[in-house]
């Protein structure tokens, strides 16, 4: 599952949201939930929060950047399964935008078999067109300094796609050429919402935003050994009753992706992934 959870300062008040974000996360019941815009800020900690209602995950947070306040800004995997190993390749930032980005890179088991390995590797890249297309070739030299050795890897993440510049995610899919010096070397991922759902409309597949959804920003991808066999849009605005008021409040901004896979000896791994923009 990936999952953008709008950090503390957008989209309502973040103490009934972290419970809707809950909610999904726990009625789905993925084995690896990846989130994106994880703050911290004046001693609050959104991923330990979250962590308090999950305690059946392990989990990883790391910074991608800081604010004149003090507050800080980052990504969050967790994990059913042991989380072997973790570590984080930096992307940079731009004139355009002067957010660093980061790739999170984690190492877990599959569940049921502790002797197959997963890579999972987690990211938000800028909402700005020339900042995604510059940190392409950083990407992939994120993701191929990690050694393959048979494993099947996932990326996921909120990838900033916007409907009239698609750059990074044909590249990552093989539908556009890789930069060198990838070019002839690079592996594509397969796109799992268009490999379960090939003949969706583009409309299908928005997750963002969940109020007025134009653009597809959420992925998961993945290359190996495996067979997609769901992925499904999930944390849309609900009816929040209180005080005999009705009130109507998505969990976050973004809608968060939850797919399946089927891999050799019919294991399943689900993966929960949160991203916003």
């Not at 306040?69 to 992307?91: M, Q, R, Y």
């Not at 930069?179 to 594509?188: D, N, Y």
């Not at 003949?199 to 991808?221: I, K, M, Y």
């Amino acid at each position: 599952m990936t999952y953008n959870v709008q950090n503390f300062d957008s989209g309502g008040d973040w103490n009934m949201r972290k419970r809707l974000i809950l909610e999904v996360i726990y009625d789905a019941s993925p084995d690896i939930v990846a989130l994106q815009e994880v703050r911290t800020r004046g001693g609050r900690d959104q991923a330990n929060e979250l962590s308090a209602g999950l305690s059946q995950y392990h989990y990883v947070r790391d910074t991608s950047m800081g604010y004149e306040d003090g507050s800080t800004e980052g990504l969050a995997v967790f994990s059913k399964t042991p989380i072997l190993s973790h570590n984080v390749c930096n992307l940079g930032s731009s004139i355009e935008d002067i957010n660093e980005r980061i790739v999170q890179h984690v190492v877990v088991q599959l569940p049921g078999n502790p002797d197959v390995l997963v890579d999972v590797f987690h990211t938000h890249l800028s909402y700005d067109r020339f900042t995604q297309t510059e940190s392409m070739g950083r990407l992939l030299e994120c993701v191929e300094a990690e050694e393959r050795n048979g494993r099947l890897q996932v990326l996921l993440g909120d990838l900033n796609i916007h409907p009239d510049h698609q750059y990074v995610s044909k590249v990552l899919t093989g539908l556009l050429p890789a930069p060198p010096p990838f070019a002839k070397s690079w592996e594509p991922f397969t796109d799992l919402w268009a490999a379960v759902h090939p003949a969706a409309s583009p409309e299908e597949g928005f997750t963002f935003s969940t109020s007025d959804p134009v653009t597809r920003c959420d992925f998961v991808l993945a290359r190996g050994h495996f067979k997609p066999t769901s992925i499904d849009i999930l944390g849309g605005i609900q009816d929040i009753f209180s005080n005999s008021r009705t009130t109507h409040l998505a969990p976050s901004d973004h809608f968060a992706v939850l797919a399946s896979l089927n891999l050799d000896k019919d294991v399943v791994v689900d993966i929960n992934i949160k991203s916003e923009l």
